[in-house]
């Protein structure tokens, strides 16, 4: 009789808790296959991991979002390509991100404003992740032209993309006169319309008065996006704007220490010096309805229990770490309100968060018979822009009571009395004339 023995289990080797987990790994189109975002079985967030330099870089997005994850991974990603080159730790005079860095420093100081951090926004957004450390004197027009195809895929406008290509000559330039490269590849030429003359769509009276009573509707009901509740936030967000001619882009900066109240009583209205987040940082002066908007505003913000102070942003204060993420709240939940008011499905208008500005602006050529110059001063922009884009939509009958607004009272007045005058100088010569007769 053969015995058999018992054969010891073997234990299976337990994996390292952060270990991705394999069907929760995702990664980001458009970029490095290397870079991934995962959950692990050590956290309930998810994680973000890429290969660089000879390492994995390994981070957690202290997020549940698979979408605010990549976001966050996207940035650690380019924030990493960057600390390369502000630290110069390429071993290469010659690497793209060196040379550019340098061309940078030494420009900031002689440039305008404006055209520096538009350049820079553009070099750190797509420039730079594509050439990376790549020696400069390297780079051929296949490579500029594979750039472009880049761009054209995430659907940049062509005078954008051309845009990307002087802040790229640029900096070869700066190479040549430093004798990093010999000279200038041949440069793709940016096929396209570069300029498009849009008309955007702005809300009439009725259907603004139609979005804010909407928004009313909704904050009343307690109506939720994803997990953010609408409030009347979005009430006075959307009259704020309308009264005071500011683009979305400025919600992502404007605070409580940018406002200030000028005038009393009836006379009374607001005054924004908040940053420039496009063209100039002209002082605005908001309609006066907004002096009582944002008092409404601020008492909702103290009754949500949302902090108020000078430095604390007006709009959305709970979300102060990432203004981005704040911006993208908003967009939901106007997209929201938009949609429950029925307008676009009505009109066949395409309403967005901007459409407020383009409302604004309506208004004051409709009925406040503002001049352009004066309108575009105040809204920041210039009276080219509000011709193009802003007043494109405006038709002569809107503007007939403009046209007509001319005192005839006083003209047909002055009229009349030279009539008058003509007629008794006319009857007196013909007395005078009688007389001399007889």
Same mark, same amino acid.
């Given at each position: 009789?053969?015995?058999?023995?018992?054969?010891?289990?073997?234990?299976?080797?337990?994996?390292?808790?952060?270990?991705?987990?394999?069907?929760?790994?995702?990664?980001?189109?458009?970029?490095?296959?290397?870079?991934?975002?995962?959950?692990?079985?050590?956290?309930k967030?998810?994680? $973000?991991?890429?290969? %660089?330099?000879?390492?994995?870089?390994?981070?957690?997005?202290?997020?549940?979002?698979?979408k !605010?994850?990549?976001?966050?991974?996207? =940035?650690?990603?380019?924030?990493?390509?960057?600390?390369?080159?502000?630290?110069?730790?390429?071993?290469?005079?010659?690497?793209?991100?060196?040379?550019?860095?340098? %061309?940078?420093?030494?420009?900031?100081?002689?440039?305008?404003?404006?055209? +520096?951090?538009?350049?820079?926004?553009?070099?750190?957004?797509?420039?730079?992740?594509?050439?990376?450390? =790549?020696?400069?004197?390297?780079?051929?027009?296949?490579?500029l032209?594979?750039?472009?195809?880049?761009?054209?895929?995430?659907?940049?406008?062509?005078?954008?993309?051309?845009?990307?290509?002087?802040?790229?000559? @640029?900096?070869?330039k700066?190479?040549?006169a430093? &004798?990093?490269?010999?000279?200038?590849?041949?440069?793709?030429?940016?096929?396209?319309?570069?300029?498009? /003359?849009?008309?955007?769509? +702005?809300?009439?009276?009725?259907?603004?008065?139609?979005?804010?009573?909407?928004?009313?509707?909704?904050?009343?009901?307690?109506?939720?996006?994803?997990?953010?509740?609408?409030?009347?936030?979005?009430?006075?967000?959307?009259?704020?704007?309308?009264?005071?001619?500011?683009?979305?882009?400025?919600?992502?900066?404007?605070?409580?220490?940018?406002?200030k109240?000028?005038?009393?009583?009836? !006379?009374?209205?607001?005054?924004?010096?908040?940053?420039?987040?496009?063209?100039?940082?002209?002082? $605005?002066?908001?309609?006066?309805?907004? $002096?009582?908007?944002?008092?409404?505003?601020?008492?909702?913000?103290?009754?949500?229990?949302?902090?108020? @102070?000078?430095?604390?942003? $007006?709009? %959305?204060?709970?979300i102060?770490?990432?203004?981005?993420?704040?911006?993208?709240? *908003?967009?939901?939940?106007?997209?929201?309100?938009?949609?429950?008011?029925?307008?676009?499905?009505?009109?066949?208008?395409?309403?967005?968060?901007?459409g407020?500005?383009?409302?604004?602006?309506m208004?004051?050529?409709i *009925?406040?018979?503002v !001049?352009?110059?004066?309108?575009?001063?105040?809204?920041?922009?210039s009276?080219?822009?509000?011709?193009?884009?802003?007043?494109?939509?405006?038709?002569?009958?809107?503007?007939?009571r =403009?046209?007509?607004?001319?005192? +005839?009272?006083?003209?047909?007045? @002055?009229?009349?009395?030279?009539?008058?005058?003509?007629?008794?100088?006319?009857?007196?010569?013909?007395? /005078?004339?009688?007389?001399? &007769? @007889?």
């Amino acid at each position: 009789m053969t015995t058999k023995t018992a054969v010891p289990a073997v234990n299976k080797p337990v994996k390292n808790r952060l270990t991705p987990i394999a069907e929760s790994i995702e990664r980001i189109r458009g970029y490095p296959s290397t870079l991934i975002v995962y959950k692990t079985n050590a956290s309930k967030y998810y994680w $973000v991991r890429f290969f %660089f330099n000879g390492k994995n870089r390994i981070k957690t997005t202290k997020s549940e979002s698979s979408k !605010d994850a990549k976001t966050f991974a996207i =940035q650690f990603y380019k924030d990493a390509l960057l600390d390369v080159s502000a630290s110069r730790k390429s071993n290469k005079r010659n690497a793209f991100s060196v040379v550019a860095n340098q %061309f940078f420093e030494t420009t900031e100081r002689n440039s305008n404003s404006k055209t +520096y951090k538009s350049d820079i926004n553009r070099y750190r957004q797509n420039i730079l992740p594509f050439f990376k450390q =790549q020696d400069i004197e390297t780079i051929t027009n296949a490579q500029l032209n594979e750039f472009v195809e880049e761009l054209h895929k995430t659907k940049i406008k062509p005078a954008t993309i051309k845009h990307h290509i002087v802040v790229l000559r @640029k900096i070869m330039k700066y190479a040549i006169a430093n &004798q990093l490269m010999p000279n200038l590849p041949v440069f793709p030429r940016i096929t396209g319309r570069l300029q498009t /003359s849009v008309k955007r769509d +702005y809300l009439t009276k009725d259907e603004y008065e139609k979005v804010v009573k909407t928004a009313e509707k909704l904050a009343a009901a307690k109506v939720k996006v994803r997990t953010q509740t609408i409030t009347l936030q979005m009430k006075y967000l959307i009259q704020f704007m309308v009264n005071s001619f500011i683009r979305p882009s400025d919600l992502r900066v404007l605070k409580h220490k940018h406002i200030k109240k000028r005038g009393e009583g009836r !006379d009374a209205w607001l005054t924004l010096n908040h940053p420039a987040t496009k063209t100039n940082a002209n002082e $605005v002066q908001a309609m006066p309805a907004t $002096v009582g908007i944002y008092a409404s505003l601020v008492q909702q913000l103290k009754d949500e229990k949302l902090p108020t @102070k000078p430095d604390d942003y $007006v709009f %959305f204060p709970q979300i102060r770490e990432n203004r981005t993420t704040a911006m993208e709240v *908003i967009s939901r939940l106007f997209k929201k309100i938009i949609e429950e008011s029925k307008i676009e499905e009505k009109t066949g208008k395409k309403i967005t968060l901007y459409g407020l500005r383009h409302t604004a602006i309506m208004f004051r050529l409709i *009925i406040g018979n503002v !001049d352009t110059l004066v309108l575009s001063r105040n809204a920041r922009t210039s009276q080219n822009m509000i011709d193009k884009f802003y007043a494109s939509h405006l038709t002569t009958d809107q503007v007939r009571r =403009q046209l007509h607004n001319i005192p +005839y009272k006083e003209v047909i007045k @002055k009229i009349s009395t030279k009539k008058v005058t003509a007629k008794k100088t006319s009857a007196t010569t013909k007395t /005078s004339s009688k007389t001399i &007769q @007889k």
